[in-house]
């Protein structure tokens, strides 16, 4: 915890679930709970769990040169988003290459909140922000619960009017339990979810009231290594585990292309002038490596980090892994020599209690269409 500088005002109901509060980003964060984690993966999946993500970074962004500041930074165009929507985003650095994720929020036409992980996001956007008239506040007492999975809309619209006419990445001001809170239809699971932004006084009402009412309906509390399991069968990256930052190229510093990571989907069309971007765009067709699925044979999740093989080359490594219970397959996240990040490639994975075969498969796994994260109703 010598690391931590940032708390949850939930740190002690973590505690009470079996928590150590492993250090995240700076937070104490609950990795590990008790019981099982299959049991809150397979909540998420077929009805609700109620994680807390505060140590997501929460940075707003005030004044006339906002959108500017925003434009510079990051890889959307900021005038296709208005007041109550949101978009997911990325940052570079000069030499085009990826340094952290986000998500935007317009919360007025002056005034944008972004949340972002462990990358240099914050560093990324004071250096945008230098000589411009605009404010950067960093918010910690602004807690994030994520709800997730396909009954949370069903638990809200209890409590929110309208909660089911909001759209995917839009986002509302509003009341919960008498509240002042901001519902965002987003979330880091694959599923119909939402995050509810709150103050850190009133968190410890909300996530006790959610679960004491939601437990007739399956809401259960999920830790936040729970999302390992989510983010692999719906391609969600997680910076630095699926970095080069983690696994790095011999006699190259870190730094991976947007063309590499799949998230090339993140500029938007035609856009120039954000920070990178002509490199970005010269990197193109150049790229080292693909992010790309792998199906195991059997039962046995691929350790973290086994490197992958293709006729007794080394050909990638997975960067993260899984068993589903509810599918009954085993499959992970990897970073693949371009030639080999072809559906049903044959592979080799070597784990520390030996071999197992594998092939390639595109991602994500699960939901490919995003139906489930984009439906109405």
Known sequence: MTASWRFSTLADRHRALGSKLEDWSGMGTAWTYDKNADEEYVAIRTKAGLMDVSGLKKVHITGPHASHLIDLATTRDVEKI????????????????????CI???TGPNSWMVVHGSGTGHEELQRAAMGRDVSLRFDDNLHDLSL???TAVDYLA??????????????????????PVMISRTGYTGERGYEIFCRGQDAGTIWDRILD????????PCRFTTLDMLRVESYLLFYPYDNSQKYPFENEGPGDTLWELGLDFTVSPGKTGFRGAEEHYRLKGKERFKIYGVLLDGKEPADEGAPV?????????????????LVEKSMGIARLDVDCAVKDTKLEIRNRSGSIKATAQPLPFDDPKKAKRTAKG
């Open 158 to 179: 209890k409590h929110v009017p309208g909660i089911r006419d909001l759209n995917y990445f839009h986002h509302m001001q509003t009341q919960l339990f008498g509240f």
């Open 309 to 325: 093989y293709r006729d007794g080359k080394k050909v990638g490594v997975v960067t993260c892994a899984m068993y589903s219970p």
């Open 213 to 220: 009412e939601g437990k007739s309906a399956g809401i259960i």
């Open 82 to 101: 208005y007041p109550g929507k949101s978009a997911y985003a990325c940052m570079l650095n000069e030499a085009g290459k990826f340094t952290d994720d």
């Open 104 to 106: 935007l929020y317009r």
């Open 148 to 150: 997730q999975g396909p």
